[in-house]
């Protein structure tokens, strides 16, 4: 079988990029960006460079697809993946860059909703992250992935996969550790939980052992890699995986969508629905989409819940052994023996190592100085490297005095009054209990602008830090564009029956008993 | 699924024959942007 399908397609991609990249970069677009929000608009700096260097590439595709001779084997099979990849990436990058904006600039026309205060954009995270997962629904499902894009379009999970990855950069050991200890407990108590009541009500409900085993791996872990880890141990059917992968897809789709307006409406902060998103949201990817979908331009929220959803997958040996041992004891026709720790070993996800190597790597201080995360500019002399110019003006420290009152915490009211004395942040422990302060959003937001300044002030982004997180966004943002691609109706519909049931009882028990325990027990800064 | 059946290689959601197979090629992917990026930064 021939892949690369000779179409101009991919060439006219290239020369879209281009055109982008030539008109922002010539000042042609100059006039639409201003109606996008000039001066806030954030993305002009993707704008002048990205267009180029994927424009050349998609162009030059392009021309191999069209003139170059295509036969079956290995380099047909993966360059024809150019084309689909490509597809991915400018709907992405159109979304990102203009279709978000541009539904701002309507929803921010339109006024406040209500009593909320909040524009309706704002309110139901209508974020490139939403809106471009939608797009990718909505061209799977109504006008069909064109032909020349279908094998690409199966590229979106390596995108995913290696943001996940990549993420491991970006985490310092104490961050690790903090939120490492909060989300084994969370973790633990939630998948053991939900993998206990799906096995319980499958038994009441009388469906067969090997459907309640995978389909309580599915709920419990990690969606769909622990349904397929699960599968093997408890003798699964194809069409008993198939239905378990069709409910947590009907309901991953719903949690993607409905957890960001929940956690806006309730006002959590970054760590609250990092949290919550990681332990209720049953598929990896759903869980990447939710987060982004919270904060769409920060990547705090990412971090958390990717943490809470690898605590999850190294749940999932242990899940595995569980089935193992149930599954025997209540099937005693099982003749089939089954090398447990080879299951584990075969299906174990390797980007989770990955991600932990990437963060030891990261720890040796290769890609950012040793004091990246300590900050350096804490001391109070210019010889310490910090600018006078940066030192708060007596209107900053009278805006931040007057929310004073709302701050309870008598750390933060502490480090919150430090800055308010010297005009700058003075330690390392204040600039935590100030980004918590930030996080907890309970000051005005011309207040939380000067904490932020003044965070910016003494703790500066390494240079290789800021482009891994660049990085990260786009893959997480080619990887769920692609993610939408992927969803049928056709495959969320073999949800249904018992299983469904089951899964809708247990996934919304999850989801609200663990909103209430992050509510409850997460602090804001962990 | 009918998505299957458009491909003789991979699966309906990858390119890749496994998903072991999928994840060293996240690693290797991720390995060399973590290097360019050392590079270039």
């Known amino acids: 079988m021939v892949y690369t399908k000779k179409s101009p397609a991919l060439l006219i991609i290239g020369v879209i990029m281009l055109a982008i990249w030539f008109m922002a970069d010539s000042g042609a677009l100059s006039g639409y960006i201003e109606h996008l929000g000039g001066k806030k608009y954030k993305y002009f700096t993707e704008l002048t460079s990205m267009p180029l260097y994927f424009g050349i590439i998609a162009a030059l595709g392009g021309l191999w697809v069209l003139f170059g001779a295509h036969k079956e084997g290995q380099l047909d099979y993966y360059s024809s993946a150019i084309a689909g990849g490509m597809f991915i990436l400018i709907i992405a990058m159109l979304v990102r860059w203009f279709i978000a904006p541009e539904i701002a600039v309507i929803s921010t026309m339109m006024g406040k909703v209500g009593d909320t205060g909040k524009y309706i954009h704002k309110l139901l995270g209508l974020n490139y992250v939403v809106i471009g997962i939608v797009a990718g629904i909505v061209i799977v499902n109504v006008f069909r992935v064109p032909e020349w894009a279908e094998n690409g379009v199966r590229l979106s999970r390596l995108g995913l996969k290696t943001g996940v990855i990549l993420l491991g950069t970006l985490y310092s050991a104490a961050e690790l550790k903090n939120l490492g200890g909060l989300s084994i407990i969370m973790i633990g108590f939630f998948v053991l939980g939900s993998v206990g009541i799906v096995l319980w009500m499958g038994a009441r409900m009388k469906i067969p052992n090997s459907m309640g085993g995978v389909l309580s791996a599915g709920m419990g872990v990690c969606g769909v890699s622990a349904t397929v880890a699960a599968a093997p141990v408890v003798q699964a059917k194809s069409v008993e995986i198939a239905y378990t992968i069709g409910t947590i897809l009907l309901w991953g789709v719903g949690c993607m969508f409905i957890f960001p307006i929940v956690g806006n409406l309730l006002g959590m902060s970054h760590v609250q629905f990092g949290a919550w998103a990681g332990t209720g949201i049953l598929n990896s990817a759903q869980v990447a989409g939710a987060a982004l979908a919270f904060q769409p331009d920060g990547i705090e929220t990412l971090k958390v819940a990717e943490i809470f959803n690898i605590t999850r997958v190294l749940v999932l040996p242990i899940i595995v052994i569980w089935l193992a041992v149930w599954y025997v004891k209540r099937e005693e026709s099982v003749t089939e023996t089954v090398n447990v720790g080879r299951v584990i070993f075969e299906k174990f996800p390797v980007f989770v190592i990955g991600f932990i190597l990437l963060f030891a790597l990261s720890s040796t201080g290769v890609f950012a100085p040793a004091n990246h995360y300590k900050g350096k500019y804490f001391g109070n002399t210019t010889e310490s490297g910090f600018k006078e110019s940066k030192v708060l003006k007596s209107d900053q420290r009278s805006v931040l005095s007057a929310g004073m009152a709302q701050v309870q915490r008598q750390d933060r009211k502490d480090a919150l009054q430090r800055l308010i004395d010297n005009g700058k942040v003075m330690s390392i422990e204040d600039d935590d209990a100030l980004r918590g302060l930030i996080n907890a959003k309970v000051l005005s937001s011309d207040a939380n602008k000067i904490l932020k300044g003044a965070h910016k002030a003494v703790r500066h982004t390494a240079k290789k830090i800021k482009a891994f997180r660049e990085w990260i966004t786009w893959l997480f943002a080619f990887g769920l564009v692609g993610l939408g691609m992927q969803i049928t109706l056709s495959s969320m519909k073999q949800a249904g029956g018992q299983p469904a049931i089951i899964g809708a009882v247990v996934g919304s028990l999850k989801a609200v008993l663990s909103l209430i325990v992050v509510m409850m027990l997460v602090s804001e800064t962990i | ?41």
């Open chain 2, 1 to 41: 699924m009918s998505e299957e059946k458009k491909f003789d290689r991979g699966s309906a959601l990858s390119i890749f024959g496994s998903d072991r197979r999928e994840d060293f090629m996240a690693l290797l992917l991720a390995l060399v942007i973590a290097f360019g990026v050392y590079l270039a930064y």
